[in-house]
Nanobody, 118 residues
Framework: VEVWESGGGVVQAGGSLRLSCVSN????????MGWFREAPGKEREVVAE????????TYADSVKGRFTISGDEAKNTLYLQMNNIKLEDSAVYYC????????????WGQGTQVTVSS
């Protein structure tokens, strides 16, 4: 399984951005997937996760109410809609997929840079 992120860039604080993650296999709607981010000098952290079978989404407290994770099975694409972006959201964002139910995140993309300007 391979996943590729896109949609990063430079955005002003308060603006919006949508990240996309395409998979080469049918992971959307199947195995749990998530968005993670890593800022310079900080550890990688989970931003949002989606459990397709349970129709459940979870978010980091820092992005609740601002970010939305969703997927399009027809396009085999995972999205992260980012609204009201803050300076502290600057990071490399990664998409990941689990390899089996209940397992760890096994497949990771290369990451896409999001830079927030004031």
């Amino acid at each position: 399984v391979e996943v590729w992120e896109s949609g990063g860039g430079v955005v002003q604080a308060g603006g919006s951005l949508r990240l996309s993650c395409v998979s080469n296999e049918r992971t959307i709607g199947t195995y749990d997937m998530g968005w993670f981010r890593e800022a310079p000098g900080k550890e990688r952290e989970v931003v949002a996760e989606i459990a397709w079978l349970q129709s459940k989404t979870t978010y980091a407290d820092s992005v609740k109410g601002r970010f939305t994770i969703s997927g399009d099975e027809a396009k085999n694409t995972l999205y992260l809609q980012m609204n009201n972006i803050k300076l502290e959201d600057s990071a490399v964002y990664y998409c990941a997929s689990k390899g089996y139910y209940g397992g760890p995140y096994a497949y990771w993309g290369q990451g896409t840079q999001v830079t927030v300007s004031s």
